[in-house]
């Protein structure tokens, strides 16, 4: 299974180093030096030789490439890893996708994994819901069982909420963990 990890957004300098913009969770671990990423739609294989972090970017360079002209082809390509490659202890955003959200009932399926200011579920059932993926909400992941089990916090799931009372909700939630 191959999960996205990034984008090749342009190269720097001249020798062979790319930029890529990643948002995974991983970073330490999928970025080692020997490791293998896999390019573009072919996937075709590189090993990295180097890793840094300069600015909002993840700087790579590959072995055997030591000039830029060997890596303009890659320019604007997504960047992938093989799961099984990677030994991590937590989940992929992609592993997360089709899982059923339960309660006491199943709410619905992940239908995406929003990264922004807060980290969000989206759920896919009588309509679409927006879990934050903070541990006040995942009570448990369980990718054998393909479930992941929330809380129901009052105005989370509520088929009648608006969303002002669900915004304070979550408010006061946040209040009440940063102040315990």
């Known amino acids: 299974m191959y999960i996205y990890i990034g984008k090749i957004v342009n190269t720097h300098g001249i020798k062979g180093e790319v930029r890529i913009i990643s948002d995974i969770n991983y970073k330490k671990d999928v970025f080692k030096i020997n490791n293998n990423v896999y390019i573009g739609k072919n996937k075709i294989k590189e090993t990295i030789n180097s890793y840094r972090v300069h600015k909002n970017f993840d700087m790579v ?4 490439i030591n000039d830029i002209n060997d890596v303009l082809k890659y320019k604007g390509e997504n960047i992938y890893i093989k799961k099984d490659e990677i030994k991590i202890t937590g989940y992929f955003d992609e592993e997360l996708i ?9 709410i619905g399926k992940v239908k995406e994994i929003q ?9 896919e059932g009588k309509k679409e819901y927006l879990i934050p993926y903070v541990d006040a909400f995942i009570k448990n992941i369980d990718i054998n069982d393909k479930k992941i089990y929330i809380n129901e916090i009052e105005g989370l799931i509520d088929e009648d909420w608006y969303f002002d009372s669900f915004s304070f909700n979550v408010w006061k939630l946040f209040k009440w963990i940063n102040n315990s």
């Open 61 to 64: 360079t590959f072995t055997n």
């Open 98 to 106: 089709g899982l059923d959200v339960v309660t006491d009932h199943i």
């Open 115 to 123: 990264n922004g200011f807060q980290k969000l579920i989206v759920v």
